[in-house]
């Protein structure tokens, strides 16, 4: 099982900055990919951003390209989502999720509101 933590969410101004962390705890199970996914009232979740734990390759959303930079920190099991030039349509429930192959563990969700 791997449990994840999430935390750093809350309210900004249109082109604000904030910044998540997600800290995991694994016992028994593995992952080598994080990542973050967002879920907006009425849409369905996306993906946002992801790395690999080994060798720290980063995918983004073309939406968020630019504005949002994916990062780990290994020796803490933590990886950070830093928001920047946040935008109204950022507005969503944040996850943290852990996985490897089709294995996902979620985080419980932190909101981040954008206005």
């Known amino acids: 099982h791997v449990q994840l933590v999430e935390s750093g969410g809350g309210s900004v101004r249109t082109g604000g900055s904030l910044r998540l962390s997600c800290a995991a705890s694994?016992?028994?199970?593995?992952?080598?990919?994080m990542g973050w996914f967002r879920q907006a009232p009425g849409k369905e979740r996306e993906g946002v951003a992801m790395?690999?734990?080994?060798?720290?390759?980063?995918y983004y959303v073309d939406s968020v390209e630019g504005r949002f930079t994916i990062s780990r920190d290994n020796a803490k099991n933590t990886v950070y989502l830093e928001m920047n030039s946040l935008k109204s349509e950022d507005t969503a429930l944040y996850y943290c999720?852990?996985?490897?192959?089709?294995?996902?563990?979620w985080g419980q969700g932190t909101q981040v509101t954008v206005s």
């Open positions: 999720a852990a996985w490897q192959g089709r294995v996902y563990y």
């Open positions: 694994a016992i028994g199970d593995t992952y080598n990919c």
């Open positions: 790395i690999y734990m080994i060798g720290g390759s980063t």
